[in-house]
């Protein structure tokens, strides 16, 4: 049974850089995509980015000057730094494990089926 | 990028009500959309992947349709442990962008 295990600091002041990094337990690590979501207090799901075992990254362009994601595939982890944060960074952050199916023999679909507890993080002066 | 909406934002069912929830993306996605149960403080948990494949180990009361740009998610008869916030989510292309969701509320 794959898990994902994540940490980092909780608790920021606005300017600085957010960092979180999530482990995966149980589970192969190469043939998925490792993703990061966000979701502010009350509200709804961000997609912020994701890698690949080999490192190649996808990041939402409303983020992308100020994200990073990168991957340690002999730890088998994976991390998240957010630089210049401010209140409006203040969210719960998860790590997900992204895979793919063949349906109807057709093609490839995407979905994230193993998702890590969640870190709160909170940016204020 | 591609827009989803969700609708209802919210609404309001009785335990053995038949419940759908509508998702439109703002241009066509094929059957690349996933939907997504979240309880309140826990993490969101894969229904449905490809528009209408349900995900192991979900009740086959849950079930999806659509494709192009409208989509549906119906719960055939409401249980207690349904109550929850759900998600749309388009996989077609990055960013993987999700709806802003759909509160299932006990009336």
């Known amino acids: 049974q794959v898990q994902l295990q994540q940490w980092g600091a909780g608790l920021l002041k606005p300017s600085e850089t957010l960092s979180l990094t999530c482990a995966v337990y149980?589970?192969?690590?190469?043939?998925?995509?490792w993703s990061w979501i966000r979701q502010p207090p009350g509200k709804g799901l961000e997609w912020i980015g994701e890698?690949?075992?080999?490192?190649?990254?996808n990041y939402n362009p409303s983020l992308k000057s100020r994200v990073t994601i990168s991957v340690d595939t002999s730890k088998n982890q994976f991390s998240l730094k957010l630089s210049s944060v401010t209140a409006a960074d203040t969210a719960v952050y998860y790590c997900?494990?992204?895979?793919?199916?063949?349906?109807?023999?057709?093609?490839?679909?995407?979905?994230?089926?193993?998702w890590g507890q969640g870190t709160t993080v909170t940016v204020s002066s | 990028d591609i827009q989803m909406t969700q609708s209802p934002s919210s609404l309001s069912a009785s335990v053995g009500d038949r419940v759908i929830i509508t998702c439109r993306a703002s241009q066509s996605i094929s059957s690349y959309l996933n939907w997504y149960q979240q309880k309140p403080g826990k993490a969101p948990k894969l229904l449905i992947y490809?528009?209408?494949s349900l995900q192991s180990g979900v009740p086959s009361r849950f079930s999806g349709s659509g494709s192009g740009t409208d989509f549906t998610l119906t719960i055939s008869s409401l249980q207690p442990e349904d109550f929850a916030t759900y998600y749309c989510q388009q996989s077609y292309s990055t960013p993987r962008s999700f709806g802003q969701g759909t509160k299932v509320e006990i009336k």
């Open positions: 490809a528009a209408s």
């Open positions: 149980g589970g192969s690590f190469s043939g998925y995509y």
């Open positions: 890698i690949d075992h080999s490192g190649s990254t």
């Open positions: 997900a494990r992204a895979d793919e199916w063949l349906v109807q023999q057709v093609d490839y679909y995407y979905g994230m089926d193993v």
